[in-house]
């Protein structure tokens, strides 16, 4: 049996955001009820140039399939006019392990699914009324976090926070943006000053939101930190929370600024929430306007299981 | 960038038997001499029908490319007429994470990359004469074992040990094997006693060699058992054995026969040699007739890497 083949152009063309989020959604809550098997995850560094490569394979039980998904960043990229992201995903049956269908998508697809997530978070975690939204990071996920957001929330009005000005620019004039008013600011304060709704999404390696910044009825999701060494979240800020939000406990342990926060002993794993017991409602999420929410995500398969599926049937010959 | 795409009928057209072997031998030394970085191994496993879906990938430092290799096993797949293993493999490029190829062996590669590695064994470790080789085990596996022992032995006599007669019967008509004189038994007394080089080749989850049956002056290979749960040598061969040796220290001591010896205090890690270290003249092989030699080889990605790595150039567009 030879694959099907699946190029990036017909994945993008073919992929309804909204189905998405509902899929992911659906994952969140499969895993939390114990119907995923995970792989161990798997990864590779690369010294010169900077990069590395996560290999996460999963499978909902009892299903037709199982998909193994590979992401590479290589963060001097665009420095040569490639984009730091990359990837594939493979579809296998479970019945037979052959292989079923390679979605060449380039990366495009960790970017939506990790998108889709943050739309979660905010769907089940922001207060009600959000003021205006606060981006932190100009890259392709601080975009796209941004852009599945409308789906989640009426509020229109952004704040982008970046380090380089041509960066904010640049994101300001994402025409797949335009429904929002976006501001730019090289400030932090004006961020958490305005925004009740914050997203994370850097590749920073330290800490770029801190305790004493952060007001009551902040909801901040953290998407950027996946590996050992990044950060973006000062560990105190977790101690401040009231709600701390995870996509899969067993990995915020190892991973993410939740692992910080851990191993410094601020807060314990038993005071942190699985996305999908909210999204089942065995666990509650925000009860009032004025508290402080969290949501630290690493990334895990179940996404990507649930995204290659749609893909696949959505264009399968 | 798309991505080359190559199939199992140009690989199987194209591949050099000696080549690889030569080069699966370079990539032992390669290994042992610290210029090989490996990702944490990862697998899934799968209870109906029974299946495991293993992940192994890395790269040589400093070179342009890294392979991530899929191998499956699915072992209900022949009572629907379909092998049991298939696979794919996938090169990328070090220096920007781009998908460079994907190749649909379907696990031919891995089957390959495992026979030769079994011969580079038995060209260290098995005695100059080798009266007759001993295959334990029929599948596709214990039939290219043998084949490839052709290029590091003249010895052409064999006998192959199975459980079913019908695929006993299948294993001496094999026509790639024609160059062999092949004697087939149920009992396995026949090859300890006249083979002083074997080669066990099964899914056996139980030991299928005995200390008391293992002459002086005999090599064995085990390469079947290549995750918890699969077991072909009674731990206590090992005791008896003079020379131990596998294909990764690191890997031993977690999976195959040699971690059932090791977590039983039959031996220490200590009393094994890599087989790169033997290449590389590091550490001794065989130095007399007499002794008992074990291989135990679980395989490595460092096998994949060399492999793709000679297919692609071959086939590179």
Request: charged share 25%; hydrophobic share 40%.
């Amino acid at each position: 049996m030879k694959p099907q083949l699946i190029y990036k152009n017909e994945i993008v063309k073919n992929l309804k955001e909204k189905t998405v989020i509902k899929l992911i959604e659906e994952g969140f809550a499969l895993l939390s009820r114990g119907e995923v098997v995970l792989a161990p995850l798997s990864s590779l560094n690369f010294l010169k140039p900077p990069g590395d490569c996560h290999i996460k394979a999963g499978y909902i039980k009892h299903d037709d399939v199982f998909v193994i998904k590979v992401a590479t960043g290589f963060y001097d990229n665009p420095t040569i006019n490639l984009p730091s992201g990359n990837g594939l995903m493979l579809l296998f049956s479970q019945k037979t392990g052959e292989l079923i269908a390679i979605l060449m998508d380039e990366g495009y697809l960790t970017d939506i699914r990790t998108a889709a997530a943050g739309a979660i978070a905010a769907k089940y975690l922001a207060p009600k009324k959000i003021s205006c939204i606060g981006i932190i990071g100009t890259g392709t996920q601080a975009q796209l976090q941004l852009k599945f957001l409308k789906y989640v929330t009426d509020c229109r009005d952004a704040i982008v926070w970046g380090r380089d000005p041509l960066k904010l620019e640049k994101y300001a004039e994402q025409s797949y943006l335009k429904d929002f008013n976006i501001q730019t600011t090289l400030n932090m304060d004006e961020i958490t000053r305005s925004c009740n709704l914050i997203v994370t999404a850097t590749v920073s390696r330290s800490a770029l939101l801190f305790e004493k910044e952060i007001l009551p009825g902040t909801h901040i999701t953290a998407i950027g930190a996946d590996e050992p060494g990044k950060q973006e979240l000062d560990p105190a800020i977790f101690r401040k929370a009231d709600i701390i939000v995870t996509d899969s406990k067993k990995q915020s342990a190892k991973y993410g600024d939740l692992a910080y926060a851990i191993a410094q002993k601020i807060i314990s794993l038993s005071k942190v929430t699985e996305i999908g017991d909210i999204i089942l409602n065995k666990k509650p999420g925000r009860t009032n306007e004025q508290q402080i929410s969290i949501a630290d995500f690493t990334g895990i398969a179940i996404q990507d299981i649930q995204i290659a599926k749609t893909v696949f049937k959505s264009l399968k010959k």
